[in-house]
């Protein structure tokens, strides 16, 4: 996993190097963000990731809102991340550019430091270590997307999706908790990979049903696209709300 994130990494770093100020001031589809501002959030969320491998996430994270005690004061991990935006915007994009690689290697080199199984303490609770990194491997994914949009560049897509659309399949019980919302069975998800051939979450007995693009799929669980947008179909009495609740971060 920790080499996906590697790649990740490397496809973002490709974009933003030798980008000029109109690239590092341009919008991105992040409400209120610019290019900037992505990678800002990024480098502070990575050395978070870094942080809780070595038991310091309330540390690193105090002032922001990014422990647990702050969801259980009512702030959310939206409200974490604007918050710890708007403190340090406006660093000189050299500098940013400079301290996001730092990051990225030290929360590569944490995490691959962990052992899988490892549990570790992030801002919505306990996950195993494999899952933290998959969790910043889709983080990672979503924000190159934002970022190449925003530039209007092309990132290709290859079979890291797998382990992000496998990530928004598991966690579907998770958001629809979250939401307050009750699942009437087991989910499968039957997905196009970019490369050929179809990836399979969930096989046997699922009450609802998921078919279609595994770029798609990966979209909707970002909340970058909008699932009547899309080509995927939904079938079983939790159709609609798999497609409306699905993501693949806290």
Not at 193 to 216: K, L, N, S, Y
């Amino acid at each position: 996993m920790v080499g996906c994130l590697a790649t990740q990494h490397a496809e973002l770093d490709a974009l933003l190097a030798g980008l000029g100020d109109a690239g590092w001031n341009a919008p991105t589809r992040c409400p209120g963000w610019t290019v900037a501002d992505v990678v800002l959030h990024l480098a502070q969320t990575d050395e978070l990731a870094a942080a809780t491998t070595r038991g310091r996430l309330a540390e690193a994270g105090a002032g922001a809102g990014w422990t647990a005690a702050d969801r259980q004061a009512g702030a959310t991990v939206d409200d974490a991340a604007a918050t710890a935006v708007d403190a340090e915007r406006g660093v000189p994009a050299a500098e940013l550019l400079s301290r996001w690689r730092a990051a990225a290697a030290a929360e590569r080199h944490a995490l691959a430091a962990c052992d899988p199984g490892e549990r570790l303490t992030w801002v919505t609770g306990l996950l195993s270590a494999r899952t933290l990194a998959t969790t910043r491997l889709a983080e990672g994914w979503i924000h190159t997307g934002d970022v190449a949009d925003a530039l209007g560049a092309d990132v290709a897509q290859d079979d890291r999706l797998r382990h992000i659309a496998r990530l928004a399949w598991r966690t579907v019980p998770y958001a629809f908790a979250r939401a307050g919302a009750d699942l009437a069975g087991p989910v499968a998800v039957v997905l196009d990979a970019p490369g050929g051939g179809q990836w399979t979450f969930g096989e046997g007995a699922a009450a609802t049903t998921v078919r279609g693009e595994a770029v798609e799929f990966c979209l909707v669980a970002a909340r970058r696209l909008d699932p009547a947008k899309t080509t995927l179909r939904a079938d079983g009495p939790d159709a609609a709300g798999v497609l409306a609740l699905v993501r693949t971060y806290a």
